[in-house]
């Protein structure tokens, strides 16, 4: 099925906006050339969905690689690899609007310092054992304890912080199971940089699926942590 262009069109001009009113998964795909931007759209889904705040059913809308002649926004896809934690630059050509990664429901999302020139380094890390390919510790995870330590934090979380803060330096942050996985839930992860202003933002996409549906928690602005230890 090709990229919808009403819908293609409508986040790429106000993401905020669409997704007061709609619900998107993550791509399923990494990128078709690291630390490249290509061409995303959205394509119709049948996933049944409602939104959280009032239980009113939206639509839901896959993010794909668009084909050819498709419609199109230009984004970025953060690499996601197994075991491991990836880092993807975001070049300085603003014309690349938007970063998808992976759908997250454990991992860590990871953010350098932005450059002069635009450019940012981001990550996407899993430290899921990879014998099993399954995470160390999906129950709840809890923050860092006053003095910076890990807390109730799972091991899993831990690596996955400890490899962010190796790749980004001191001064990256990092959005952590702890900002979204309450209850289980799981995060489409983005950034968005809106063309001709060269800065970026992040946010995340909070849901949960359960019942025969997708329940939405709406986009949110992505809080962060940063390197304490």
């Excluded at 990664?101 to 899993?126: E, K, R, Y």
């Excluded at 709840?140 to 490899?163: D, E, F, K, M, W």
Aim: net charge neutral; with cysteine; charged share 15%.
């Amino acid at each position: 099925m090709p990229t919808d262009a009403v819908a293609t069109a409508a986040f790429k001009a106000n993401p905020m906006a669409f997704l007061a009113g709609a619900m998107i998964l993550a791509p399923g795909e990494n990128a078709s050339r690291h630390n490249h931007s290509e061409h995303l759209g959205l394509k119709a889904t049948a996933y049944p969905a409602i939104r959280d705040s009032d239980r009113v059913a939206i639509p839901v809308w896959q993010v794909v690689k668009a084909p050819d002649g498709e419609p199109y926004f230009r984004s970025y896809i953060a690499d996601y690899e197994q075991g491991t934690t990836v880092f993807t630059t975001l070049g300085a050509n603003d014309h690349a609007e938007f970063c998808f990664t992976a759908n997250m429901n454990g991992c860590t999302f990871g953010l350098g310092v932005q450059a002069g020139d635009g450019t940012l380094v981001v990550s996407h890390g899993n430290a899921a054992n990879n014998q099993t390919h399954r995470n160390f510790d999906n129950s709840l995870i809890g923050p860092r304890n006053a003095t910076g330590g890990p807390g109730t934090t799972a091991l899993q979380t831990s690596i996955q912080y400890s490899r962010a803060k190796a790749g980004h330096g001191p001064n990256g942050r990092v959005f952590e199971p702890e900002h979204y996985r309450l209850g289980q839930r799981q995060s489409v992860t983005f950034g968005y940089r809106p063309r001709g202003s060269g800065a970026w933002t992040f946010h995340f996409v909070s849901y949960i699926r359960g019942g025969g549906q997708i329940t939405s928690f709406g986009v949110q602005p992505m809080p962060t942590n940063t390197f304490t230890h």
